[in-house]
């Protein structure tokens, strides 16, 4: 909002019921907001490229306002779609203040996984003016008969925070979930909302019916206050190791101390509690301080949200469950503890702070060690320059076209070529050719070659007049209870002696635990009572505790920001605003061993301890260096090297063996990607890993039946099965397939592998060193990391960290 004067122009563009409520509070809409009633009433799709607290959200939902307001109806006008769950309640409170301050009769509802089935049955038959919902919840709408009545007469779908979910599986499902909207509704408008879009352009593509990019109108909105951003030095040092910025404890809640809501982002739930609980300890004040992820219960996470809404936190530590949309007023500072992954990722996080566009935003972010130093001080500069992260576009998953189209048959049958030229008005599926989506209804109909023995993966049925319908109705319930993109790791869930959850830990985790262990949840030290198929019972204990760990992949640095960082190695006149221990350990490596060019792939190999180690400075990403670690090893032990393990990070990789290497290139070779590559994986556990995915999201393996949900080890052990004897008896299935696809993109990250190994090539340069250098410290501190028993870690490591420091350092 800007102050008043009003333009003459907004009364000509906006009923006097919405001019008069701004007109009242001493506002005007902003011109992006008007350009966004302009676009609609043009009848175009439009995508709002607009900074955090720019007020995209009204300006997305303001054209429904305006149209509503002049042509009431009772019928559903606007579908909202939000990434995140508790994004849809945070705009729901806020949309229903202005509408009742305005006196407007427009009913705004919520549909997710928490919403009660009564009011989601009621919803179907009477649904709101506006509907605000997910990507999997409105795939489920999509499965009833009834769905072509309830969108027939939509008028917009508002996609918030388009970027968080356009180029993954998620966005495959909604661009497809939109293609069958506008099938519905044909004169249907698609807007999309994002304050971080480094290429308007490929989002305008997506956003657009068939692809066709002019058909979306660009709006930019204006440039809001340059936000106020520091890395946090306690006593001006950063450690040689670390990835988490635990050792900021004191001085972080000095911040949260001097400020009135801190939101504290940790990059993983396992950190998130590890953060709470070092707070806790020096929380000297006894302020509240809250704890919000995703594996918390409902309950808790919706207790956390209101008490922040209402101000009743002083700090909330949270992982990236709040790094979209939600809008808390008071939040006056935001702290990143470790390195933030990506320009994009933080300037997001920023804009938690002071959600308004005229006041600048507070972040300080936390690195963890020197490499993450160099990191947050891309990051930062990133910002400053107006870059952002570029996204990858790729052809859509055909684990999430089977899924939707088997919910297209569970509302009617189907014709072939028309549910064809359906899908491939979405982007992803344009270039979907007959042959293929023969292959994906041949998939669903019979389950493949080697399985179409089995009633039970004979899902669609063709009649003899041509069409596709469901075989059994049995299967209609099984897809509406299966559906969804996301798939979890096994979980069991937390519960007190009295039914009570606390939330879900995954079941490899509790495997662990026995009677009398201890772990930290939930804010909480809990001991174990028992464990059983589904539940781990718990009690409150005092007792030292450990953290729970998660799996998933991990977010590996940007591209964007590792080249920053390579820059800074060959500009010297850089370093002056670093600090001096910084300036310090790379001036060390220029005189100790080399410091590379942006161009350069580093190795170094240098004897320790008798042991002989090998660390290559690739900066590709810790899902690149892990895939690349193991076949370097695999490479080394053919080559009689005698390999005895490696570590990985974002910045490098370290192999130690007990012979040296002294010819790196031949570790490099590109042959590895197109022989060893493949063989690794079908080898690992990754293509199984993959595999159980795909086979949920294809529809393949139920997680649940009616009335009971199987258990992780039961779906685990049922795609295990079926993963055997498809890669025996058909390894071209369509999900061997789409599991080759996922192992290569997520797991591996194989694109950066490629160009790792394209880099290699031409620009390796090899330095031979009698002992550590400076660069290797932290990265020789992971393997100490790896070795050191659990009780004494951190002070042990600490220990490790000198010694390695003092003899790299040495002249």
Not at 78 to 86: E, Q, R
Not at 182 to 203: C, E, G, I, N
């Amino acid at each position: 909002m800007v102050p008043l004067p009003v333009p003459g122009r907004i009364f000509l563009t906006l009923p006097v019921a919405l001019s008069d409520w701004f007109s009242q509070r001493g506002w005007a809409p902003r011109r992006y907001q008007l350009e966004m009633v302009d676009a609609a009433r043009a009848g175009a799709h439009a995508l709002l490229v607009a900074p955090t607290g720019a007020g995209k959200t009204l300006a997305g939902f303001l054209p429904s306002l305006v149209d509503l307001t002049e042509h009431p109806q009772e019928r559903l006008h606007t579908l909202y779609v939000s990434p995140l769950k508790a994004l849809t309640v945070d705009v729901r409170r806020n949309l229903l203040g202005p509408i009742e301050e305005m006196g407007l009769d427009i009913t705004v509802e919520t549909r997710t996984g928490d919403t009660p089935s009564d009011r989601k049955a009621r919803q179907r038959v009477r649904p709101p003016n506006m509907l605000l919902t997910t990507p999997e919840s409105l795939s489920l709408l999509l499965s009833h008969p009834d769905s072509a009545t309830l969108f027939e007469t939509l008028s917009t779908i508002v996609v918030d925070e388009v970027h968080a979910f356009a180029t993954g599986k998620r966005g495959d499902l909604l661009s497809l979930c939109m293609a069958r909207l506008q099938h519905f509704a044909p004169r249907l408008r698609r807007v999309a909302l994002s304050a971080t879009v480094a290429d308007a352009d490929a989002y305008r593509a997506w956003l657009a019916p068939g692809g066709d990019i002019d058909a979306v109108t660009l709006v930019n909105g204006d440039p809001g206050a340059e936000p106020r951003l520091r890395i946090l030095l306690p006593e001006d040092r950063v450690p040689w190791s670390g990835h988490s910025g635990r050792y900021a404890a004191q001085q972080v809640m000095a911040e949260i101390e001097t400020h009135k809501t801190t939101i504290i982002f940790c990059n993983t739930r396992s950190l998130a509690e590890l953060i709470f609980q070092d707070l806790w300890l020096v929380n000297d004040r006894s302020l509240p301080i809250g704890i919000h992820h995703g594996s918390l219960s409902v309950e808790a996470r919706r207790k956390v949200e209101t008490a922040m809404a209402t101000g009743r936190l002083r700090a909330l530590v949270a992982t990236a469950s709040l790094d979209l949309g939600v809008d808390w007023g008071d939040v006056d500072l935001v702290i990143q503890m470790g390195a933030p992954k990506g320009a994009s990722r933080l300037t997001q996080r920023i804009g938690r702070a002071n959600h308004r566009l005229d006041e600048p935003s507070e972040a300080v972010v936390v690195p963890g060690n020197r490499f993450e130093y160099l990191e947050a001080r891309a990051a930062l500069d990133a910002i400053e320059a107006g870059e952002l992260d570029r996204d990858i576009f790729r052809e859509g998953a055909l684990d999430v076209l089977a899924q939707h189209v088997m919910a297209c048959a569970c509302a009617a049958p189907f014709e072939e070529a028309a549910m064809l030229a359906e899908v491939q008005d979405a982007l992803p599926y344009s270039a979907l050719t007959p042959e293929r989506f023969g292959q994906v209804l041949d998939y669903i109909s019979t389950g493949g070659y080697s399985l179409k023995a089995y009633d039970r993966f004979k899902r669609l049925t063709r009649d003899p007049d041509g069409l596709w319908r469901v075989s059994h109705p049995r299967f209609v319930d099984q897809h509406r209870l299966n559906a969804g993109i996301i798939v979890e790791a096994d979980m069991l869930t937390v519960r007190f002696r009295n039914g009570r959850a606390l939330g879900k830990v995954e079941e490899g985790f509790a495997a662990t635990l026995v009677p009398g262990d201890t772990f930290f949840f939930s804010g909480l030290a809990l001991e174990v009572e028992k464990m059983d198929t589904e539940d781990l019972i718990v009690h409150a204990t005092r007792k030292p505790a450990r953290i729970p760990t998660y799996g998933g992949a991990r977010m590996p640095i940007s591209t964007n920001l590792a080249e920053r960082v390579r820059a800074y190695f060959a500009d010297p006149a850089q370093w002056a605003r670093f600090p001096g221990d910084v300036r310090e350990w790379l001036e060390m490596q220029g005189r100790r061993s080399v410091l590379p060019h942006p161009d350069q792939l580093l190795i170094e190999t240098f004897p320790r301890e008798g042991r002989h180690y090998m660390v290559v400075y690739s900066f590709e990403g810790w899902n690149a260096h892990q895939s690349l670690g193991m076949l370097i090893t695999r490479r080394m032990e053919t080559a009689g090297l005698k390999p005895l393990g490696f570590v990985a990070s974002d910045y490098a990789i370290a192999t130690y063996s007990l012979e040296p290497v002294t010819d790196p290139a031949a570790l490099f070779d590109k042959e590895v990607l197109e022989d060893e590559f493949v063989d690794w994986v079908q080898q690992s556990s990754l293509l199984k890993r993959a595999f159980r995915e795909v086979a949920v999201i294809g529809g393949l393996v139920e997680r649940q039946h009616p009335g009971k949900r199987k258990t992780g080890r039961q779906v685990t052990f049922s795609t295990d099965l079926i993963y055997d004897v498809l890669r025996r008896y058909e390894p071209d299935h369509l999900l061997m397939r789409a599991a080759w696809d996922d192992a290569r993109a997520k797991l591996t990250d194989v694109g950066r592998l490629v160009d790792l190994l394209d880099r290699a090539a031409g620009t390796m340069l090899h330095v031979s060193l009698d002992r550590v250098s400076p660069l290797a410290v932290p990265v020789l501190v992971l393997i100490g990391r790896e070795r050191v028993a659990q009780g004494g870690t951190e002070d042990a490591l600490l220990i490790e960290a000198e010694a390695l420091a003092a003899e790299a350092m040495a002249e």
